[in-house]
């Protein structure tokens, strides 16, 4: 228990000595000393607050948010911390600052291979063709092969990135034959609009934005496809998860359960579908455009989570082979500088098992 939660249930402690007119010399031994009585359910009282990072992707997870569906079925105080990145939400939580967070899996085999402490509980989709490399129409660029001196935006250390790198691979060209630019969604948008940039591996709302006047070079599907697979995932703070199993538990059944209603609806899904109105809320965007951007993404039943496609299996599963694969690419590229002997220590289907019974 932190400290300064220690404190505050101290200071309640003394407000409630103060009723009872103990001599106020006395009043933080006595309230240490009934915290110490207390033991268990003064911890318990603290540890129901809980810190998650997301990002702006379009996932039914946003009305898990919206609705406080969390709040609502743990009795937990959930504050939601949002991120333009990946690479932040892991630096977030190496720093301590979130106890779960979604990111992608680029940086989460990063944050991996670094030794951060954590484990991947969910995933929260397959991107497919949510995330895609886009150039300008007026960019000149018709292939690949015409990337070569053009200047891209990509936010560094994410999806995308990893995956641009790769397609730079099969392609035959190296960074120093394109100009990659480490920039965040907004400065993507921003630096299309002036014209600063040819083009960008970007997911939504920024991918919407960026097709009105441009168009898909590749996507994250068919890069997928040559043996690469990216998504996103949720992490959690290892210690955090054991002590606070059933609340984990309770937090992807109700992803889950959100996911189910998207995938019931996902033929009639349209802008007025509770769904789409608070992804939109959330991601700063119209319900319209959150119809169609669903739509590129693949969502996972709770089946699907524990196949050995995704984290079932060990070190045999889909998201250990992933999260190595990727980290191997990272190395190649001098992003991290050693790999882990196992990968399997990072990815943890125990919650999603739990989540499961609870369904």
Same mark, same amino acid.
């Given at each position: 228990?932190?400290?300064?939660?220690?404190?505050?249930?101290?200071?309640?402690?003394?407000?409630? %000595?103060?009723? %009872?007119?103990?001599? @106020?010399?006395?009043? !933080?031994?006595?309230?240490?000393?009934?915290?110490?009585?207390?033991?268990?359910?003064?911890?318990?009282?603290?540890?129901?607050?809980?810190?998650?990072?997301?990002? =702006?992707? *379009?996932?039914?997870?946003?009305?898990?948010?919206?609705?406080?569906?969390?709040?609502?079925?743990?009795? *937990?105080?959930?504050?939601?911390?949002?991120?333009? #990145?990946?690479a932040k939400a892991i630096t977030a939580m190496a720093a301590g600052a979130v106890d779960l967070t979604v990111?992608?899996?680029?940086?989460?085999?990063?944050?991996?291979?670094?030794?951060?402490?954590?484990?991947?509980?969910?995933?929260?989709?397959?991107?497919?063709?949510?995330?895609?490399?886009?150039?300008?129409?007026?960019? =000149?660029?018709?292939?690949?092969?015409?990337?070569? =001196?053009?200047?891209?935006?990509?936010?560094?250390?994410?999806?995308?990135?990893?995956?641009?790198?790769?397609?730079?691979?099969?392609?035959?060209?190296?960074?120093?034959?394109? $100009?990659?630019?480490?920039?965040? @969604?907004?400065?993507?948008?921003?630096?299309?609009?002036?014209?600063?940039?040819?083009?960008? *591996?970007? !997911?939504?709302?920024?991918?919407?934005?960026?097709?009105?006047?441009?168009?898909?070079?590749?996507?994250?599907?068919?890069?997928?496809?040559?043996?690469? @697979?990216?998504?996103?995932?949720?992490?959690?703070?290892?210690?955090?998860?054991?002590?606070?199993?059933?609340?984990?538990?309770?937090?992807?059944?109700?992803?889950? $359960?959100?996911?189910?209603? *998207?995938?019931?609806?996902?033929?009639?899904?349209?802008?007025?579908?509770?769904?789409?109105?608070?992804?939109? $809320?959330?991601?700063?965007?119209?319900?319209?455009?959150?119809?169609?951007?669903? #739509? %590129?993404?693949?969502?996972?039943?709770?089946?699907?989570?524990?196949?050995?496609?995704?984290?079932?299996?060990?070190?045999?599963? =889909?998201?250990?082979?992933?999260?190595?694969?990727?980290?191997?690419?990272? %190395? $190649?590229?001098?992003?991290?500088?050693?790999?882990?002997?196992d990968y399997s220590v990072f990815v943890n289907p125990t919650y999603a098992e739990k989540a499961k019974a609870?369904?």
């Open positions: 228990m932190k400290f300064s939660n220690l404190k505050s249930i101290a200071g309640k402690v003394v407000g409630s %000595l103060k009723l %009872l007119a103990l001599p @106020p010399s006395n009043l !933080w031994l006595k309230s240490l000393s009934l915290i110490a009585l207390l033991g268990v359910s003064s911890l318990s009282w603290a540890a129901k607050e809980v810190t998650i990072g997301y990002q =702006g992707m *379009y996932n039914p997870m946003k009305y898990v948010i919206d609705k406080q569906l969390v709040e609502k079925n743990t009795g *937990y105080t959930v504050k939601w911390r949002k991120f333009d #990145s990946g990111a992608g899996s680029s940086p989460i085999a990063s944050a991996a291979s670094n030794g951060v402490d954590m484990q991947l509980i969910w995933v929260m989709e397959n991107i497919a063709d949510a995330e895609a490399l886009v150039v300008r129409n007026d960019s =000149g660029i018709s292939s690949p092969a015409d990337l070569k =001196g053009k200047k891209i935006g990509v936010p560094f250390v994410s999806t995308t990135h990893f995956h641009m790198l790769f397609a730079l691979e099969q392609f035959g060209l190296t960074e120093k034959d394109v $100009k990659l630019i480490n920039m965040q @969604p907004n400065a993507i948008m921003a630096a299309w609009q002036r014209g600063d940039i040819d083009g960008a *591996y970007i !997911w939504d709302p920024a991918l919407g934005k960026i097709k009105q006047t441009g168009k898909v070079l590749l996507s994250s599907k068919l890069l997928s496809s040559w043996g690469k @697979p990216t998504f996103d995932g949720l992490i959690a703070n290892t210690e955090f998860a054991r002590q606070n199993s059933e609340f984990v538990a309770q937090l992807l059944s109700q992803i889950a $359960k959100a996911d189910r209603e *998207y995938q019931q609806a996902k033929e009639s899904f349209n802008a007025n579908n509770p769904i789409a109105v608070s992804v939109a $809320k959330l991601s700063g965007s119209q319900p319209d455009d959150v119809v169609e951007a669903m #739509s %590129l993404y693949e969502f996972l039943d709770v089946d699907t989570q524990l196949s050995c496609q995704w984290l079932g299996c060990g070190e045999k599963g =889909g998201a250990v082979k992933a999260l190595k694969a990727t980290s191997e690419f990272l %190395l $190649k590229e001098k992003k991290i500088s050693a790999l882990k002997p609870e369904l």
